[in-house]
């Protein structure tokens, strides 16, 4: 692999543009060496990494952290980073060496190679390992690009978390805040054919998360904190009204996608394509409310979603 095959991968032709395009590369064969040494039946691909990967490949932003959820509910998620963790640390592949920082209970993987922008230091991304997802995760092929044939053998399908569970859990951070990148993966969910996205079962489960976002919840093994920062009940006024530029807290989406987005236009295709998350059920106007009181509906309304995993939640 040359510098060339990276410029060409690259989204711009930047210093920012380079450096995402060397991580992306040092993160597929993270991934396959992930694969192959078992470790990833452990844990499920989320967010705007896993949307580039396994459903838009080329026609979708760059995104330089990965993120993961422990994939069973029953699995201990400290055991499960550790062994992420052992995998990353000290590894050779290809021509990058990786590294695992801590920090303030913060890991960051750091790449080390001769094909980085930086002769400063090496590049870095945050990685999050999350709890459980309360759908079954799936596998996904890889969306071909060209530079997978540098690669020197066949990528491995990945364990992800299930579209409508990404895509709410996108849809739950943009009623915290406003970051440009979700607004953008969730444009692209929308605008792009055969997806086939259950709009009901997206809706209930953003409902939910906001609920849990505020107040928690936990099983045997698993735990989702509150509140998180910003959190507040489930709006969905926030989905009617268009959103101004001014209002999004991250405009370097433009350095990750090619052409850059105008933030105007992005939050008015927000809008319009995500009106019927206002379209609330009875059920979902409960819960909508985000009244602690109301825990024994949420209870019950995760229990009824498809495959019952979230059983015994307190």
């Known amino acids: 692999m040359t510098l060339g095959h990276v410029l060409r991968h690259a989204p711009a032709q930047s210093p920012q ?36 990967k396994v459903y838009a490949g080329a026609a979708g932003r760059f995104s330089t952290d990965p993120d993961f959820a422990v994939a069973a509910l029953d699995d201990d998620p400290d055991a499960v980073i550790g062994l992420l963790v052992d995998e990353i640390d000290v590894t050779r592949l ?60 066949p990528l491995p399908r990945l364990p992800v978390v299930d579209l409508a569970e990404n895509v709410a859990e996108k849809i739950a951070r943009l009623n915290r805040r406003s970051p440009a990148r979700d ?71 433009g350095l990750l996608t090619v052409p850059p987005p105008d933030l105007d236009d992005l939050g008015v295709d927000l809008s319009r394509h995500y009106r019927w998350l206002a379209d609330l059920g009875y059920d979902e106007r409960v819960v909508a409310q985000g009244r602690p009181q109301d825990r024994d509906l949420v209870l019950h309304l995760l229990g ?11």
Not at 112 to 127: E, F, M, Q, V, Y
């Open 17 to 52: 543009g380079r450096a995402a395009a060397v991580i992306d590369i040092a993160q597929d064969l993270l991934l396959r060496h992930l694969s192959e040494r078992g470790v990833l039946t452990l844990a499920a691909f989320k967010g705007g990494t896993a949307l580039r």
């Open 183 to 253: 607004a953008y993966d969730l444009v692209w969910v929308a605008r792009t054919p055969g997806l086939d996205l259950d709009r009901a079962l997206v809706r209930r489960l953003a409902v939910l998360k906001a609920w849990v976002d505020l107040h928690g919840l936990a099983t045997g093994h698993a735990a989702w904190s509150a509140p998180l920062p910003g959190a507040r009940p489930f709006a969905p006024d926030r989905w009617l009204t268009p959103r101004k530029a001014r209002d999004f807290d991250d405009e370097a989406i």
């Open 304 to 314: 009824d979603l498809p495959g019952g995993r979230v059983t015994g939640a307190r």
């Open 94 to 153: 290809g021509p990058f060496t990786y590294g695992v920082e801590h920090r303030r209970n913060r890991r960051t993987i750091v790449y080390a190679s001769d094909l980085g922008p930086d002769p400063a230091g090496p590049l870095r991304s945050k990685i999050d390992v999350g709890p459980p997802p309360w759908l079954a995760p799936t596998e996904r092929p890889w969306v071909d690009v060209a530079i997978h044939r540098r690669y020197g053998g």
